[in-house]
């Protein structure tokens, strides 16, 4: 950020520095201008009178002068002017307009370049928050619906069975709602940079230990084998966001497994940094899938969709981004999938 403030510093000085060397040629030229024609006179005329060439030259030079600068004064402002009702038209919502930067240079091409950034930018953000505003329209209206009809069906029944079935999946569409809303709350917090992000020292393998002991309800209900090698490493850094990494990427190791696969958590720790992978032997996913697979709303498996939201690994992806690690996937069709985390020692 330093550099770029003082780049900008730079350009706004060398900007100043050319109105200035433009005014001096203003002058300039007025005043050569001016000389050479009262020169011109006297020498046609065959007189040399001090007090009238004094007076030819500044009432030339204030003539010239005005002529000069309105050229100059043309030159310089019809881009300035562009981009100020390029901005204005930016400021009323329309961030599809584009400068063309072809035929000047300088600062005034590199601020060209820089609202072309800017707009492609801001319409970036704009499709992004319109789609996200979709997706979560959606979202919530997906277990809200359900709720609902089964809100309905439990008041025409008096079947115990079938009144018990029904809360069971209103209690099921009910905390789906309550993670959707926690997800984006969290989310939205990590993108303002509002989650207050305690560094503490302690033992990733034990925290590893304890998400895996945490769903121990899901994995032994699949009968799951797991493989475990974790290396005794101390680590600095948030600790319940990290442990909500675990929990997401081991909970979606189980939810896509086969009954029976093969749960595979490993820890090493090199001089440089820490890696922490989660594998399964699970349906895996095509490489499009992989590409999209950190996109917020954006599920894979659609066969699985009732049993997420589609924003645990964007979580997991921001939470890493923030505590400076970085995370990525390797994934087959039918040969399962890994995710693994790199973080700094």
């Excluded at 200035?20 to 024609?37: D, K, V």
């Excluded at 809360?167 to 990590?190: A, E, F, P, Q, W």
């Excluded at 996913?285 to 954006?298: G, K, L, N, Q, W």
Aim: with cysteine.
């Amino acid at each position: 950020m330093k550099i770029k403030t003082r780049d900008t510093e730079v350009r706004s000085d060398n900007l100043r520095l050319y109105f200035i060397l433009c005014i001096f040629l203003i002058l300039g030229l007025s005043i050569g201008a001016a000389a050479l024609i009262t020169m011109l006179i006297e020498w046609l005329t065959k007189t040399r009178f001090i007090v009238p060439t004094i007076v030819w030259m500044i009432l030339l030079s204030i003539a010239m002068g005005l002529v000069l600068s309105l050229i100059f004064s043309r030159m310089f402002l019809r881009p300035i002017i562009r981009l100020s009702r390029a901005m204005q038209q930016v400021a009323q919502g329309d961030f599809s307009v584009r400068l063309d930067h072809a035929g000047h240079f300088g600062e005034m091409r590199q601020s060209y370049e820089n609202f072309n950034t800017m707009t492609r930018a801001l319409s970036t953000i704009e499709t992004l928050q319109s789609d996200f505003v979709s997706n979560v329209s959606h979202e919530f209206k997906t277990p809200i619906g359900a709720i609902e009809g089964y809100a309905m069906l439990l008041q025409d029944t008096d079947d115990p069975g079938r009144q018990r079935e029904y809360t069971d999946k209103i209690l099921m569409s009910t905390h789906r709602l309550g993670d959707l809303v926690n997800s984006i709350l969290l989310l939205s917090k990590l993108d303002n940079q509002s989650v207050p992000q305690e560094q503490t020292t302690y033992r990733l393998d034990e925290q590893l230990r304890q998400a895996l002991v945490m769903l121990e309800q899901k994995w032994a209900a699949k009968e799951m084998e797991l493989d475990v090698d974790l290396a005794p490493v101390t680590y600095t850094g948030p600790e319940q966001l990290m442990l909500h990494v675990w929990t997401n990427l081991i909970d979606n190791a189980i939810k896509f497994s086969e009954p029976g696969g093969l749960l595979r958590l490993q820890l090493q720790k090199t001089e440089e940094r820490i890696d922490v992978s989660v594998s399964d032997s699970g349906v895996g996913m095509t490489e499009s899938e992989t590409a999209h697979i950190f996109d917020r709303f954006y599920q894979a498996d659609g066969s699985h969709r009732s049993e997420g939201n589609g924003l645990g690994l964007s979580l997991v992806k921001r939470i890493v981004e923030a505590a400076g690690g970085d995370i990525r996937v390797e994934s087959a069709p039918e040969k399962g999938s890994r995710f693994t985390v790199t973080l700094n020692t």
